[in-house]
């Protein structure tokens, strides 16, 4: 079965630059999406297709891929992007999630 | 407004039967792929399985198959996730998710069914 990585946990300052990372084999030939999710919340696209941002998305997030690796970058990082991130990418007809990022903003 | 609306909060017993909904509104239902994810305690999201409502094409993840069973009825825009024998480990969140690209990701999700299966 296809395997995303994700580091489990992420700690960032207000206003400064948050990266999460997902590896997985092959990545750079398969789309990578994004999610955000907080407690008692419907999860939510922050980016798809690697780099495009769903509309009503702010514009402190972007994505990015190289090589096995997608990247989400949040620039300015405030407190209300504390929360779960999650990546994921669709392989041989099955939908795969990384473990997720827990997003702290300390 | 586009969105999902799923079943409140269950509380069963081992071995019971459930089944759970998610109503689609906003948008022509039957033409998009809506997909199933779990969340257990302290846990990731895990993709359960899809079901295509126009035809009712279903697919699951091999880690499920034969667990739970999805179906839908498009002639009210709802799907639905059944489990004939629950059990403890069931307990979890369960969210529906609209399907964009086929079911290659998913931008449009429900808020969550709470389960909680225990004696």
């Known amino acids: 079965s296809y395997d995303l990585t994700q580091p489990p946990s992420l700690s960032v300052s207000p206003g400064q630059t948050a990266r999460i990372t997902c590896s997985g084999d092959e990545l750079e030939d398969k789309d990578a999406y994004w999610y955000q999710l907080k407690p008692g919340q419907s999860p939510v696209l922050v980016i798809y297709q690697d780099t495009k941002r769903p509309s009503g998305i702010p514009k402190r997030f972007s994505g990015s891929t190289s090589g096995n690796r997608a990247t989400l970058t949040i620039s300015g990082t405030q407190a209300m992007d504390e929360a779960d991130y999650y990546c994921q990418a669709w392989d041989s007809g099955t939908v795969v999630f990384g473990g997720g990022t827990k997003l702290t903003v300390l | 407004e586009m969105q999902l609306v799923q079943s409140g909060l269950e509380v069963k017993k081992p071995g019971e039967s459930l089944k759970i909904s998610c109503e689609g509104s906003g948008y022509t239902f039957s033409n998009y792929w809506i997909g199933w994810v779990r969340q257990m305690p302290g846990k990731g999201l895990e993709w359960m399985g899809v079901?295509?409502?126009?035809?009712?094409?279903?697919r699951y993840s091999p880690s499920f198959q034969g667990q739970v069973t999805i179906s839908a009825d498009k002639s009210i825009s709802t799907a639905y996730l059944q489990w004939r024998s629950l059990k403890a480990s069931d307990t979890g969140i369960f969210y529906c998710?609209?399907?964009?690209?086929?079911?290659?990701?998913?931008?449009?999700w429900g808020r969550g069914t709470l389960v909680t299966v225990s004696s």
């Open positions: 079901i295509y409502p126009g035809d009712s094409d279903t």
């Open positions: 998710a609209r399907g964009t690209e086929g079911f290659r990701y998913f931008d449009l």
